[in-house]
């Protein structure tokens, strides 16, 4: 084996072995429709997925909107300050106002996927999602 190739294998192994294997990994947000509601002047309405790989969790947010979320598969952990930490399953739903701090968000598995809609009443042209320090 020459020395370049032992070199360039050397490189390989470890860059694999640097990335951290537990590290979960972010969710794919997915929009699928967004409408400016004429009834309510300045507002949106605005639905996404979100898809969860096992494992994966937010950070501290907030949406400074109302969000509808209803969850497809798998199942997610929802919290936000104040209020309990609920386990949600298929079928079932769960409210956040605009003034609510999102802290807890997250996949309940580690080895299986998670996916969820959200429907969200907010600003027209304001972000979906703000980070929490």
Known sequence: MTVTKLVLMLVCLMSVTLQPKDQPKEAKVTPLFSKDLADFPGKEGLMITVDYPPG????????NAHGFIYVLEGSIV????????????PGQT??????DIH?????????EPAKFVVFFLKEKDAPVLILVK
């Open 94 to 99: 769960f409210y956040e106002g605009p003034n």
């Open 103 to 111: 802290t807890v968000s997250r996949n309940a598995s580690n080895t």
């Open 56 to 63: 994966s969790a937010d950070p501290i947010h907030r949406h």
């Open 78 to 89: 929802m919290e936000v300050k104040g209020g309990k930490s609920v386990t949600l399953a």
